[in-house]
């Protein structure tokens, strides 16, 4: 067997209990395991060629676990993210998932955006920083889903009836420099789906119901889980999903809509701990199993 070695890449300087899991799945799956912090990272234009570094010692690795982008402060900090990401991806160290990937599921308009483009359904949805638009079709829609445009476990999602206080709210986001973001309430059972998708399918799937009274159903938010096997169509629905978003693995959300399903989300730096304990599939080792193909091709 070769032994790859692989890097755990994450914006917190100590790991975090998923990159330990995946640090333990590399080793147990007998290949080199390296935590990579992004503050330790540098890329360096030399002369003729590019260098890469983890703190003073050679960034040597022949395969990156990216986990996310992280929570850049700062546009500057965010820019620099991106191109040190996108230094290494030049060295032909493979990353997943890829920094195309991960902008395209962070931002969760743009995920929607290109699923719509490539035929999958979704919720309709309004970007905006027009305020008259964004109460005009919160009176239209009757009801819609404010949503932070980068937000994840249902955090800061506010279902609005009535217009007038969606107002305030939209006035607010503007205030504060944010963008309206909104979708129309989709009518669905008291759960939904996550799939976790690795490659070309779905390694683990679950049910989330939500608290009773709650329409969120992050397991965050009080949602229970239940695990559950997805049909074909289903589990086509989801691979697709993360291939149209350029992501190696993904957490998609889908909800069963009255007239079929909708994705809402992919998730590109998704969580396993609630999944691995609701199925007992050992998904970090999935992952990891995933990347060491990628990276011998
Ligand atoms: N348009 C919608 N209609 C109905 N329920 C929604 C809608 N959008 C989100 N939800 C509910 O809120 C949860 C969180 O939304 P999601 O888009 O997945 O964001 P997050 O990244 O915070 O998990 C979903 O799992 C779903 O239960
Ligand atoms: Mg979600």
């Known amino acids: 067997m ?14 975090t209990p998923s990159s330990r899991l995946l640090i333990e799945a590399i080793r147990k799956l007998g290949h080199e395991s390296y935590y990579m912090p992004f503050s330790y990272i540098s890329v360096r234009i030399d002369k003729r060629h590019l260098v890469l570094k983890i703190g003073s010692k050679p960034f040597d690795i022949d395969a990156g676990l990216l986990r996310s982008i992280g929570f850049a402060p700062s546009f500057e900090q965010f820019m620099g ?9 030049e060295e032909g ?10 902008l395209n599921a962070r931002n969760k308009f743009m995920t929607l955006l290109k ?18 638009e964004a109460y005009r079709l919160t009176k239209q829609w009757d009801r819609v ?17 009535n217009a007038d206080l969606g107002y305030r709210i939209f006035r607010t986001c503007l205030q504060f420099k944010q963008f309206i973001f909104l979708e129309e309430y989709l009518n669905k059972p008291s759960r939904d789906i996550r799939l976790f998708v690795i490659g070309e399918r779905v390694s683990a799937a679950m049910y989330r119901y939500a608290p009773p009274d709650a329409w ?4 965050a938010q009080g949602g229970k889980a239940e695990p559950m096997k997805p049909s074909p169509e289903l589990e086509e ?3 697709k999903t993360a291939e149209i978003l350029e992501l190696d693995y993904a957490g998609v959300d889908v909800l069963e809509g009255s007239d079929g399903y909708y994705v809402l989300e992919a998730n590109g730096s998704p969580g396993f701990e609630g999944l691995m304990r609701v199925t007992g599939i050992n998904i970090p080792c999935e992952i990891v199993s995933y990347l060491v193909e990628k990276a011998k091709r």
Not at 115 to 132: D, Q, W, Y
Not at 145 to 156: A, D, F, Q
Not at 216 to 219: H, L, Q, V
């Open 145 to 161: 889903v404010v949503k932070p445009l980068i937000g994840s476990r249902g955090y800061g999602q506010v279902l609005v009836d």
């Open 93 to 102: 160290i493979y990353l997943m998932n890829s920094i195309r990937g991960l």
């Open 216 to 219: 969120k159903t992050n397991i």
């Open 81 to 89: 993210r991106l191109a040190l990401f996108m230094g290494i991806e």
């Open 237 to 239: 629905l989801a691979v």
């Open 115 to 132: 699923l719509f483009k490539a035929g999958i359904p979704v919720p309709k949805a309004l970007l905006t920083e027009n305020l008259a």
């Open 2 to 15: 070769i032994e790859v070695k692989i890097g755990v890449i994450h914006e917190s300087n100590l790991p």
